[in-house]
């Protein structure tokens, strides 16, 4: 397959590609954090960690409305031409059903930690300051419910992050489509 001409081929705004880059970076730390500090010992560095982690989930929420407002303002552009011919149905339909589960799960993962927190007792103050409101009363039966929705949300959500950089490398080293040039700021 030859390249695109890059010149008509649509790239995303600044704006998404800020977003998509900011995002994908936030949730790729957080993942991998949360792992990190949920084996911790209980102490005082576990506590300010949990609290950072809620801090950047809901940075992580925040983010996903503002990309989502975005992305419903101005269109993603659609595929290349010359891409779309090439991709079979089942990559049609593995591309679509991949990046509507990702925003799906870009607010789902966030707001089942946050109501954990609620259920919890331990409500969510941003940056020590700003108190938010509980998502939920505080309930143990609830949150010993919710906690394994959230962990196993976070990790389907990285199972889809991870689906969607084979694409990405797929696409940029075996079909050589230069599709990545559509999400890069440069």
Excluded at 79 to 91: K, T
Excluded at 130 to 146: G, I
Aim: glycine share 4%; hydrophobic share 55%.
């Amino acid at each position: 397959m030859t390249l695109p001409d890059p010149s008509r081929t649509e790239r995303y705004s600044p704006p998404a590609m800020l977003l998509h880059w900011l995002l994908g970076a936030a949730i790729v730390f957080l993942f991998f954090f949360g792992l990190y500090m949920v084996n911790l010992p209980f102490s005082p560095q576990k506590l300010k960690f949990i609290n950072w982690h809620k801090w950047i989930g809901m940075l992580i929420l925040t983010l996903s409305a503002v990309r989502l407002l975005v992305r419903l303002v101005r269109r993603p552009p659609a595929l290349p031409a010359q891409v779309e011919r090439a991709m079979p149905r089942w990559q049609h339909i593995a591309h679509h059903g991949t990046h509507h589960a990702m925003y799906l799960l870009f607010f789902v993962v966030p707001l089942l930690g946050w109501a954990y927190s609620s259920a919890a007792g331990f409500p969510i103050v941003l940056f020590g300051q700003l108190p938010l409101p509980d998502l939920v009363s505080p309930d143990a039966v609830l949150a010993q419910a919710l906690k394994p929705w959230h962990k196993w949300a976070a990790f389907a959500l990285m199972g889809l992050v991870a689906l969607h950089v084979a694409a990405v490398v797929k696409h940029q080293l075996i079909d050589r489509d230069g599709l990545l040039r559509r999400m890069l700021p440069w």
